[in-house]
């Protein structure tokens, strides 16, 4: 658990993972301020601690597979980090339909390449990441450890918009890859519109051979619930062996609704490149997102205030690993996050010794009968956070 009240002294940020990493040149992420060790070195160090069919969801990665950010982060960064505001956008649309196609678009916006071979910090329990991009605010908080599940609630008072995740990875490891099915609900509610849509993300699979690299596969259905109507998504990779296959495609349709067969547009494209919606009554094309435009040169965001950051905060409780990480300091870091950890075995074993049961700060967490996990805000609005994300665009 993150020790609330101790005073924050440094916080670690770092750019954006942006459109230009390139997945297949694992040791270039030099603009992320931060260069792993040799791939080979860490797929050997990987396939020592596992087997084939464990589940990853306790496991801890040696510091050598890690990158300078928790995972609170990188599912913060899918919000907050871009440089055109297709989340705004989502509220202009004139009509119900033009309003889902906006959304599909930033659905597709939250589909981010991931640095080869190398994976963020599990988050502890309790840890947070408050950051704010314009009128928009953003609240992150780990409110399990095991398993692992995160909650992500963000508003905009300006907009009338609110964002609320409740996410559950479950990964996997297969032997030449991992694969992670990512659960839990996901929803965007257009309030100044009446309006609250739904959908579930992909899911992660890094391939260690034949040719190393991580893709998003699967199915998404987007649906809003007042006017019935849904887009449904595939994402694609490569083949089993990695030669074949739409790499990064997205294809899919919009329906009239979930019942219907009516086609009103097909969607087809790339998520790293452009996504095209092609209308079915007169066959008009029309490009509804860039990925060049909105994730590419993602900047680091900024400090506004070192006060105002909470002890939880993922940049402030991972600072010396992230610090030592960046100096290539291996054994430092690897002495950081080994503090870390266990700092929370204690804790843990302190609350199991005197019965006492860890409660979230930010949200309320229950299970469902289908065993997946719902987290809901406890506050209307999300405040201000100390961390400022780029205003570029």
């Known amino acids: 658990m993150a020790v609330e009240g101790k005073k924050v002294t440094k916080v670690i940020l770092t750019k954006p993972i942006s459109l230009e990493v390139d997945e297949e040149e694992a040791n270039d992420s030099g603009n992320y301020n931060y260069s792993a060790p040799n791939l080979l070195h860490r797929i050997l160090s990987l396939f020592s601690h596992v087997r084939p069919g464990s589940d990853l969801s306790t496991f801890q990665l040696p510091v050598t597979f890690n990158f300078p ?7 913060g960064e899918q919000i907050y980090s871009s440089k055109e505001d297709l989340l705004s956008k989502c509220n202009k649309g004139e009509s119900p339909l033009e309003r889902l196609i906006n959304v599909v678009a930033w659905i597709i916006s939250l589909t981010r390449p991931y640095l080869s071979g190398a994976a963020p910090y599990n988050p502890i329990l309790g840890e947070t990441h408050h950051v704010s991009h314009s009128s928009l605010n953003v609240l992150l908080e780990q409110v399990s450890h095991h398993p692992p599940v995160s909650a992500l609630h963000a508003t905009d008072e300006k907009e009338n918009m609110e964002i609320i995740w409740s996410i559950r990875p479950i990964p996997k490891f297969h032997g030449t890859l991992i694969e992670v099915q990512v659960q839990g609900k996901r929803m965007l509610k257009l309030m100044k519109h009446g309006e609250t849509y739904e959908w579930n993300p992909p899911n992660f699979i890094y391939r260690f051979l034949p040719i190393p690299g991580s893709e998003w596969v699967g199915n998404v259905r987007v649906s809003c619930r007042e006017t019935g109507l849904v887009a449904d998504l595939c994402y694609k990779g490569r083949s089993f062996l990695g030669f074949k296959g739409n790499r990064r495609s997205v294809k899919g349709k919009i329906l009239g609704s979930s019942s219907s067969n009516n086609v009103l547009y097909d969607i087809d494209g790339h998520w790293d490149k452009t996504v095209a919606i092609k209308d079915k009554n007169n066959g008009s094309v029309k490009v509804i997102y860039d990925a060049k435009q909105v994730i590419s040169g993602l900047q680091t965001p900024t400090l506004k205030n070192l006060e105002n950051v909470w002890a939880t905060e993922a940049a402030s409780v991972w600072s ?11 054994d430092k870091a690897s002495e950081a996050k080994r503090c870390i950890e266990n700092a929370q075995r204690k804790l843990l074993e302190e609350r199991e010794s005197s019965g006492q049961n860890w409660m979230p700060k930010h949200f309320t967490v229950s299970r469902t009968e289908q065993g997946t996990w719902d987290c809901f805000p406890l506050h209307q609005w999300v405040p201000s956070g100390p961390i400022i994300a780029s205003q570029d665009t």
């Open 320 to 330: 010396e690993v992230s610090e030592a990480l960046m100096r290539k300091e291996w």
């Open 69 to 75: 950010k928790s995972q609170l982060q990188i599912y």
